[in-house]
Each structure stands twice: as C-alpha cells, then as structure tokens.
C-alpha cells in the first residue's frame, strides 16, 4: 500500500513540475563572448622604450657629425590602444650650403597607435599610428655665403638663433613581447613639416631635432628594446 502511494505521489509532482515549467518565462542565456570583451580592463600596463636605431642611422649618414637619442612611453589600452609618449634630443654639426652649422635641441611627439590585428596574443601585434611632433633648438649659421650677380659674395653669419617647428607623422610598426616583460619592435614613419616659414634677419636650420634634415617630407625608423611595468 505505501509503494502505492508513493508512485501515485511521484507521478503527481512529475505532472505537477512538467505543467509548471511550461508556464515559467524563457531565460536568454549570457553571451559569453561579449561577457569576455566587457571584462577586458582598460588600463593593461605602461611600456617604456629605448630606441638604438636613430643614433646608429644618423651617426652614420653623417659620418659621427649628427645624433638622436630618443626613448618611448606607451600605454596599452582595452588590448587596441596604445597612446604613446614620445621624447628625446639631437645635436648637429655639419657643413650646409657652404656654410656651417651647429645646432642641439630637444623634441617630443604626441599620438595614438591602434592594433591592426584582433585575433592572436593581444600583446603582439602590428601597429599603425599617427604623431604630431615638435622641437625647440638653439642653432647658428656661420659663412653662409650670398649669391650676388655683381657684387663680390660676403660671408654672413646668423648667431643665437632659436626656432620651434612642428610636424606630423603616420607610422607602420609591431610590438613584440619576449620574456618577463622584456620587449622589442619597430616604426617606420613618414614625415610631413609644417612651418616653412623664416623671421626677418634669422636663417632656417638646416637640422631639425626629432624630424631629420630640414626637408618637407622627411622619413624615419626606430627599434625600441623595453619594458613593461
């Protein structure tokens, strides 16, 4: 009798949970991926770079007469951001246009890069970017000759000089984590100057700290070595 009533009892509440759940609201299950995606941080890290390129690039174009020392701060951002801080000085002293010419400063370049690549590790990846640089310098021009078509050419020497330019980038890199925070990687970078002008009695320099010889399209290459912190 009480086997019964105990499978009259267990067919009751099978009938009773089945005619339940018939009623109660569809549940939408989470996206897992999107749940992923929102709990990426935003802040991942700041990386600090030194780059070995330039100095070797311009000493040796030069011939040891010109060199930049720059080094880089990014910080990564949402796994596809990265601001960067770009910082350094450069000093010349070099014949130009007949004349000579010594000149150091500093420069510094603001700008964004975002990752090309989505998919992989998020902390190696291709890099595209822009920059807006600037630099303030001291300078002087010395035996700059004039080009005179019947008077006798006089040396003119420009002393105390001081001039800011300002240009823009757009850059192509990669970004590349090796071992306990160690890092390495590269940029190519075109360049395009903005002030083209020159004051009355002042010469324009014929270096620019950052941009490279004084030209209106410029290019330049960095590899970084660093680290993340």
Request: charged content about 20%; proline content about 4%.
């Amino acid at each position: 009798m009480n086997r019964r009533w105990l499978l009259i009892l267990l067919l009751l509440s099978t009938i009773v949970f089945a005619h339940a759940r018939e009623k109660m609201p569809d549940v939408q299950m989470p996206d897992l991926k999107k749940i992923k995606r929102d709990s990426v941080p935003i802040y991942q890290g700041v990386n600090v770079k030194l780059d070995i390129a330039m100095p070797i690039i311009e000493a040796v174009r030069s011939l040891g007469k010109i060199q930049n020392y720059e080094m880089a701060l990014n910080v990564r951002m949402a796994n596809r951001f990265y601001p960067t801080w770009e910082m350094g000085y450069a000093w010349a002293e070099c014949g130009a246009d007949g004349g000579q010419y010594k000149g150091a400063g500093g420069f510094g370049r603001l700008g964004l890069d975002l990752a090309v690549i989505k998919k992989g590790r998020a902390e190696n990846n291709l890099l595209v970017g822009v920059r807006v640089g600037g630099a303030y310098q001291g300078y002087q021009m010395t035996d700059v000759k004039q080009n005179l078509d019947y008077w006798p050419s006089i040396p003119l020497n420009f002393y105390n000089q001081n001039r800011f330019d300002c240009w823009g980038e757009i850059v192509v890199g990669c970004q590349v984590y090796l071992w306990k925070g160690f890092l390495m990687g590269w940029f190519g970078r075109v360049k395009l100057l903005f002030t083209t002008g020159v004051e009355a009695n002042a010469v324009l320099p014929y270096y620019v700290p950052g941009l490279g010889f004084r030209e209106d399209f410029n290019w330049g290459f960095n590899y970084y070595i660093g680290y993340r912190f």
